[in-house]
T-cell receptor, first 114, second 112 residues
Framework: QQQVKQSPQSLIVQKGGISIINCAYENTAFDYFPWYQQFPGKGPALLIA?????SEKKEGRFTISFNKSAKQFSLHIMDSQPGDSATYFCAASGMNQGAQKLVFGQGTRLTINP | DSGVTQTPKHLITATGQRVTLRCSPR?????VYWYQQSLDQGLQFLIQ???????AKGNILERFSAQQFPDLHSELNLSSLELGDSALYFCASSRAPSEKLFFGSGTQLSVL
C-alpha cells in the first residue's frame, strides 16, 4: 500500500512534443504529490507539486494532472526541449506527526531528440 | 546548487567495514532526511531528523544509524558493510517537516 507505480520506464519524445509520465498510488492517506527531476551526477530537484484539493497545477511548461478517485497523477511537459532530458520521479507522502516520508516511483528516463 | 552539502562525493570500501557520510543542510533548514538510491530499489527513505530529534524511520537497516547534531549537520553511519549496500546516498533538508525538500548531490558508496 506504500507503493507508487510509475510508467513508462523510458520515453523518447521529439523536440517540441508533449512528454507524459504517469503514476498511480494506493495509500489514500497520501496528501502531497511532488515530481522531481534528476540529472546525472545530481540529486533530485523539485519540479512541481500538487495537493489533492485541486485537479491540475501548471507551472510554465510543466503541468500535473491529478485524479483523486482513480488515485492517479501525471506530469505533462509541453514543448519538450533537449534540456528536459533527465530522469523524472513522481512521489507521494502524507504528513504524520511531523514526519514527511516521500515514497518515490521507479523513475522515467526521458530523452528529447533534437 | 541546492545548498545541501554532502561529503564525501565518492567512497570505496570493503565488506565488513564502517563508514560515515556527512550532510550539511541548507542554512536555516531544521529537518534533515536520508535516502538511498539503487538500481533495483530506486529511491528509498531511510530516516528523518528535525532539530536534533528523530522524526521518522523508513527502510533503514539495523546496521545503519544516523544523528543530527546541535549545529544541524547530520551523519549517516553504515557498519558491517555488505556488497548490497553499494548505492547512492542522498541527504535532503527542509525548513520544516511539511515544506519542500532540497537534495544534495549524494555520496556514491561502493563496497568491494
Amino acid at each position: 500500500q506504500q507503493q507508487v507505480k510509475q510508467s513508462p520506464q523510458s520515453l523518447i519524445v521529439q523536440k517540441g512534443g508533449i512528454s507524459i509520465i504517469n503514476c498511480a498510488y494506493e495509500n489514500t492517506a497520501f496528501d502531497y504529490f511532488p515530481w522531481y527531476q534528476q540529472f546525472p551526477g545530481k540529486g533530485p530537484a523539485l519540479l512541481i507539486a500538487i495537493r489533492p484539493d485541486v485537479s491540475e497545477k501548471k507551472e510554465g511548461r510543466f503541468t500535473i494532472s491529478f485524479n483523486k478517485s482513480a488515485k492517479q497523477f501525471s506530469l505533462h511537459i509541453m514543448d519538450s526541449q533537449p534540456g528536459d532530458s533527465a530522469t523524472y520521479f513522481c512521489a507521494a507522502s502524507g504528513m504524520n506527526q511531523g514526519a514527511q516520508k516521500l515514497v518515490f516511483g521507479q523513475g522515467t528516463r526521458l530523452t528529447i531528440n533534437p | 546548487d541546492s545548498g545541501v552539502t554532502q561529503t564525501p562525493k565518492h567512497l570505496i570500501t570493503a565488506t565488513g567495514q564502517r563508514v560515515t557520510l556527512r550532510c550539511s543542510p541548507r542554512s536555516g533548514d531544521l529537518s534533515v532526511y536520508w535516502y538511498q538510491q539503487s538500481l533495483d530499489q530506486g529511491l528509498q527513505f531511510l530516516i528523518q531528523y528535525y532539530n536534533g530529534e528523530e522524526r521518522a524511520k523508513g527502510n533503514i537497516l539495523e546496521r545503519f544509524s544516523a544523528q543530527q547534531f546541535p549545529d544541524l549537520h547530520s551523519e549517516l553511519n553504515l557498519s558491517s558493510l555488505e556488497l548490497g549496500d553499494s548505492a547512492l546516498y542522498f541527504c535532503a533538508s527542509s525548513r520544516a517537516p511539511s515544506e519542500k525538500l532540497f537534495f544534495g548531490s549524494g555520496t556514491q558508496l561502493s563496497v568491494l
